[in-house]
């Protein structure tokens, strides 16, 4: 019986999903732009990226590499110019931030 909840509880650990992290107004003026396209970013990874896999996490790639990775994506995740431009200024925004900024 102790071996099952070992493994339940180990399910339920792997299937949790870490939120990509919140913007601040730090980061939005850091970046110099709104702070709330840098919201509209984050919603539109989490329901256009997540939609097909585990929604990744800005830190996952530098912010040089980003834009890269957006393009090889867009074509298969539908992505217009306008939506690219939007998750490229979040991703690339939230890129420097440590991996437990994702749990706030």
Request: with cysteine; charged share 20%; net charge positive.
């Amino acid at each position: 019986m102790f071996w099952l909840r070992i493994v339940g509880l180990c399910l339920v650990i792997g299937c949790a999903r870490i939120a990509p992290p919140l913007a601040t107004m730090g980061d939005a003026q850091r970046a110099r732009v709104t702070l709330s396209a840098l919201h509209e970013g984050r919603a539109l990874l989490i329901s256009k990226c997540g939609g097909c896999h585990q929604t990744p996490m800005p830190y996952q790639y530098s912010a040089v590499e980003w834009p890269q990775k957006l393009g090889e994506m867009s074509e298969r995740a539908s992505l217009d110019a306008a939506q690219i431009g939007v998750l490229e200024k979040y991703l690339v925004t939230m890129s420097d931030q440590p991996r437990t900024a994702a749990l706030r």
